[in-house]
Nanobody, 123 residues
Framework: VQLQASGGGLAQAGGSLKISCAAS????????MGWFRQAPGKEREFVAV????????KYADTVKGRFTISRLSGRNTVRLEMDSLKPEDTAVYYC?????????????????WGRGTQVTVSS
């Protein structure tokens, strides 16, 4: 599975951005996909994931209520809508995928990683 992220960019605090991740092969019914992020000088951290087959999702406490993850079944694409952005959301966002339908939030649980996309939030 190859993952291609798109979107991101620059936003002001309180603004919104969307990032998407397209999988190269069919993921429906067998994969969990989502996002991690890494800010400068910090460790990579979990953001959100979604189970393809049933849409179950999990969010980090730091983004809950502000970010929404969704899947676009006809396009093997996962989207992260980010609202009420904060400067601390600034990071490189990585799309991830793992076989199976169990939600995990550790970096070691994900076998497939896309190249990161930069999200920068100015104050």
């Amino acid at each position: 599975v190859q993952l291609q992220a798109s979107g991101g960019g620059l936003a002001q605090a309180g603004g919104s951005l969307k990032i998407s991740c397209a999988a190269s092969s069919r993921t429906s019914g067998t994969y969990t996909m989502g996002w991690f992020r890494q800010a400068p000088g910090k460790e990579r951290e979990f953001v959100a994931v979604i189970v393809w087959v049933n849409g179950a999702s999990k969010y980090a406490d730091t983004v809950k209520g502000r970010f929404t993850i969704s899947r676009l079944s006809g396009r093997n694409t996962v989207r992260l809508e980010m609202d009420s952005l904060k400067p601390e959301d600034t990071a490189v966002y990585y799309c991830v995928a793992r076989p199976g339908n169990i939600i995990r939030s550790n970096t070691d649980d994900y076998a497939y990683w896309g190249r990161g996309t930069q999200v920068t939030v100015s104050s």
